[in-house]
């Protein structure tokens, strides 16, 4: 079965950390997605990716950054973690527009 | 530009009931639609897509949209909802382009009752 496979479920750091959140899928897409998804808020996107070592901002950038050295892995990185980050973290994967995106199951991150 | 307004935060049916999750979008081209269901603590798993082929689209556990482009509507309906549809559902439209990058609604809560 085809997947996104993000490293932890749940994850709790303290303020200054930096923090690095993985993301791996099996399926040689080459568009990948970060998201941040926050009550009453919804998906916003932090950054994408349509190939290896490129990557764009997206709607909320500030505090992350990213890397894609190897297609199938994208990695969102707190440079120093802050609680305004405590948030649920969400990694899709597509090959393009009309094939839907698969998602995964989310790392839930807490700042103290 | 695109964008996507899912028109109810929270839908509550009894179970054995309808299910109508309303969104409406605009885009600037034609538009690949999307809706997604997320269960507590999950992540998001696509019911059903549309992409410029037939407008009535039926996905999986009983889901069905249809669109509408003089309405800009995608509507999500269920003829029956059961206690396990009870999750938040997402409307996303994609942006034409190299990077098909998905807008998402603020999503609706689906409450059934039993």
């Known amino acids: 079965d085809v997947k996104v496979t993000q490293s932890s479920r749940y994850l709790v750091k303290r303020t200054g950390e930096k923090v690095f959140l993985e993301c791996v899928q099996d399926m040689d897409h080459e568009n990948m997605f970060w998201y941040r998804q926050d009550p009453g808020l919804g998906l916003r996107l932090i950054y994408f990716?349509?190939?290896?070592?490129?990557?764009e901002k997206g709607d909320i950038p500030e505090g992350y950054s990213v890397s894609r050295e190897k297609k199938e892995r994208f990695s969102l990185i707190l440079e120093s973690a802050s609680t305004n980050q405590t948030s649920m973290y969400l990694c899709a994967s597509t090959f393009g527009q009309g094939y839907g995106y698969t998602f995964g199951s989310g790392t839930r991150l807490t700042v103290v | 530009a695109q964008s996507v307004t899912q028109l109810d935060s929270h839908v509550s049916v009894s179970e054995g009931t309808p299910v109508l999750l309303r969104c409406n979008y605009s885009?600037?081209?034609?538009?690949?639609l999307f809706w997604y269901v997320q269960h507590p603590n999950k992540g998001l798993q696509l019911l059903l897509k549309?992409?410029?082929?037939?407008?009535l689209v039926k996905g999986i556990n009983g889901f069905e949209a249809e669109f509408k482009k003089s309405e800009t509507s995608f509507h999500l309906t269920k003829p029956s909802a059961h206690m396990s549809d009870a999750a938040e559902y997402f409307c996303?439209?994609?942006?034409?382009?190299?990077?098909?990058?998905?807008?998402f609604g603020r999503g609706t809560s689906l409450i059934v009752h039993p």
């Open positions: 549309y992409t410029s082929a037939a407008t």
């Open positions: 990716s349509y190939d290896v070592k490129m990557k």
């Open positions: 996303v439209v994609s942006r034409s382009g190299g990077s098909y990058i998905p807008t």
């Open positions: 885009s600037s081209y034609s538009p690949s």
